[in-house]
């Protein structure tokens, strides 16, 4: 494995000084629009990038459009081997959280035009979990080594802080020993909102209760034009991240998100990273991570809608892995980018560990929002691992604020019952 690692690691070598020799004479890519860009600013910005200079939105944008994917994979490598370096052994690990879903209620009234998994009050087939099938899905949970909880719903216009606080406590008591990663910023709007309370006293409330962390779902773009057309009633960008920044201020800690592949341009997206950069460095670094993701329109009221502008095409793998390294390369005080198999698939989650991603997600154990858009991809722990090593590193199981956690000795996941398990299953009522 050293071996092999040394020698990717080497191959790398090569290849920047080859891209900082040869960059004038680098055949590009033209992206989409076709530009055309001078390849000594491309090679400038490379080398700011590599640097941990903090590269201008315009000089994102060159990059962008101007590298082609190898080119760009290779620095954001780089940027990310040294930010995540490899241990004194030469080793380089790639982590990985076992947690799993608990989606509370599907019941929503915000109507995001992107989304197949809410369903509104009186629908058959909404639903609010009983206690009992919470507890058997955390027995579920820690019975296969997991640690976390990834509990995010719908907009539900009656339950409110209290209901969940409620539920907070009750799994407190119940399971200390499972951390809490829940309520995306836009389900504290909507509890702002309906209550007519102000963001913070919900946080202090929900953070007493036992809440641990915030996941950085609803970001989608932080940028108005384009919420205006994907989820009008959802909370607006200032939002968003002033639920991020007030809990930042508790000495809270979470992710941010970037759902793209839509109505968004290139310069949205690089814009939206500008905000969550901004907010790192005004806070001093609330996120752990950043996980940008394709959209996934199928099964949603306005998948099609939304996909005109781009031809009627869903974002391509290659389309996905040039955001990732540009991720890696603008967020440079954001410390890990996940690869996403859960919405990317295995295999390309595989290849962005090598262009810019240090962690590959968490091994969800049920996940029902993207299976609800027509993605799935099911796997186990061993072909989680199995991936990884195959792309050279080495696995690493972590919690969620990346500290490292040991594989349980007997873990269940390995043996033959559940390897051909699929993990990925649909929301049971
Ligand atoms: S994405 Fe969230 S807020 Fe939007 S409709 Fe779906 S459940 Fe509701």
Same mark, same amino acid.
């Given at each position: 494995m050293r071996t092999a690692i040394s020698a990717r690691r080497r191959s790398l070598a090569a290849g920047f000084a080859l891209l900082g020799k040869a960059l004038a004479a680098y055949p590009l890519l033209p992206m989409t629009p076709a530009v055309t860009i001078d390849p000594t600013q491309l090679r400038d910005h490379s080398q700011k990038a590599l640097a941990g200079g903090q590269l201008t939105a315009a000089e994102a944008l060159q990059l962008y459009r101007g590298l082609d994917q190898p080119s760009l994979g290779l620095l954001a490598n780089d940027v990310r081997l040294r930010l995540n370096p490899a241990d004194a052994d030469g080793k380089v690990r790639v982590t990985y959280i076992v947690d799993r879903n608990l989606?509370?209620?599907?019941?929503?009234?915000?109507?995001?035009?992107?989304?197949?998994?809410y369903r509104s009050p009186g629908d058959a087939d909404a639903y609010i979990l009983s206690r009992e099938v919470i507890y058997q899905k955390v027995d579920d949970l820690l019975s296969k080594g997991g640690i976390q909880l990834l509990l995010q719903g719908g907009h539900h216009p009656r339950l409110k802080t209290d209901w969940y606080a409620e539920l907070f406590t009750d799994l407190k008591q119940r399971y200390p020993q499972v951390w809490i990663h829940g309520m995306s910023p836009p389900e504290i709007t909507h509890l702002s909102k309906l209550e007519k309370r102000p963001v913070r006293d919900i946080l202090v409330a929900l953070k007493a209760a036992g809440l641990d962390s915030i996941p950085?779902?609803?970001?989608?773009?932080?940028?108005e034009r384009v919420r205006k057309v994907i989820a009008p009633k959802k909370a607006t960008s200032e939002e968003w991240l002033e639920v991020m920044r007030q809990w930042a201020r508790l000495g809270g800690k979470g992710t941010a998100t970037m759902m793209f592949?839509?109505?968004?341009?290139d310069a949205e997206r690089i814009e939206h990273m500008t905000r969550i950069r901004d907010l790192q460095a005004e806070t001093g670094g609330v996120f752990t991570a950043f996980i940008p993701w394709t959209f %996934?329109?199928?099964?949603?009221?306005k998948g099609k809608v939304f996909l005109v502008e781009r031809g009627g095409a869903k974002a391509t793998v290659a389309e996905y892995l040039r955001t990732l390294s540009m991720a890696r390369l603008y967020l440079q005080n954001v410390p890990h980018i996940q690869s996403s198999f859960v919405t990317q698939g295995m295999k390309t989650c595989q290849v962005g560990l090598s262009m810019g991603a240090d962690d590959f997600g968490s091994a969800m154990l049920e996940e029902n929002v993207v299976s609800s858009a027509g993605c799935t991809h099911p796997t186990s722990i061993p072909e989680i691992e199995r991936h990884i090593k195959d792309a050279g590193f080495v696995p690493q199981r972590r919690n969620m604020m990346y500290q490292p956690v040991e594989t349980p000795a007997?873990?269940?996941?390995?043996?033959a019952a559940n %390897?051909?398990?699929?993990?990925?299953s649909k929301v049971e009522a």
């Amino acid at each position: 494995m050293r071996t092999a690692i040394s020698a990717r690691r080497r191959s790398l070598a090569a290849g920047f000084a080859l891209l900082g020799k040869a960059l004038a004479a680098y055949p590009l890519l033209p992206m989409t629009p076709a530009v055309t860009i001078d390849p000594t600013q491309l090679r400038d910005h490379s080398q700011k990038a590599l640097a941990g200079g903090q590269l201008t939105a315009a000089e994102a944008l060159q990059l962008y459009r101007g590298l082609d994917q190898p080119s760009l994979g290779l620095l954001a490598n780089d940027v990310r081997l040294r930010l995540n370096p490899a241990d004194a052994d030469g080793k380089v690990r790639v982590t990985y959280i076992v947690d799993r879903n608990l989606n509370p209620t599907n019941v929503c009234i915000t109507d995001c035009g992107f989304c197949a998994f809410y369903r509104s009050p009186g629908d058959a087939d909404a639903y609010i979990l009983s206690r009992e099938v919470i507890y058997q899905k955390v027995d579920d949970l820690l019975s296969k080594g997991g640690i976390q909880l990834l509990l995010q719903g719908g907009h539900h216009p009656r339950l409110k802080t209290d209901w969940y606080a409620e539920l907070f406590t009750d799994l407190k008591q119940r399971y200390p020993q499972v951390w809490i990663h829940g309520m995306s910023p836009p389900e504290i709007t909507h509890l702002s909102k309906l209550e007519k309370r102000p963001v913070r006293d919900i946080l202090v409330a929900l953070k007493a209760a036992g809440l641990d962390s915030i996941p950085g779902g609803g970001a989608e773009i932080l940028v108005e034009r384009v919420r205006k057309v994907i989820a009008p009633k959802k909370a607006t960008s200032e939002e968003w991240l002033e639920v991020m920044r007030q809990w930042a201020r508790l000495g809270g800690k979470g992710t941010a998100t970037m759902m793209f592949g839509h109505v968004e341009s290139d310069a949205e997206r690089i814009e939206h990273m500008t905000r969550i950069r901004d907010l790192q460095a005004e806070t001093g670094g609330v996120f752990t991570a950043f996980i940008p993701w394709t959209f %996934q329109p199928d099964n949603t009221p306005k998948g099609k809608v939304f996909l005109v502008e781009r031809g009627g095409a869903k974002a391509t793998v290659a389309e996905y892995l040039r955001t990732l390294s540009m991720a890696r390369l603008y967020l440079q005080n954001v410390p890990h980018i996940q690869s996403s198999f859960v919405t990317q698939g295995m295999k390309t989650c595989q290849v962005g560990l090598s262009m810019g991603a240090d962690d590959f997600g968490s091994a969800m154990l049920e996940e029902n929002v993207v299976s609800s858009a027509g993605c799935t991809h099911p796997t186990s722990i061993p072909e989680i691992e199995r991936h990884i090593k195959d792309a050279g590193f080495v696995p690493q199981r972590r919690n969620m604020m990346y500290q490292p956690v040991e594989t349980p000795a007997t873990d269940r996941f390995g043996n033959a019952a559940n %390897q051909k398990k699929a993990i990925v299953s649909k929301v049971e009522a």
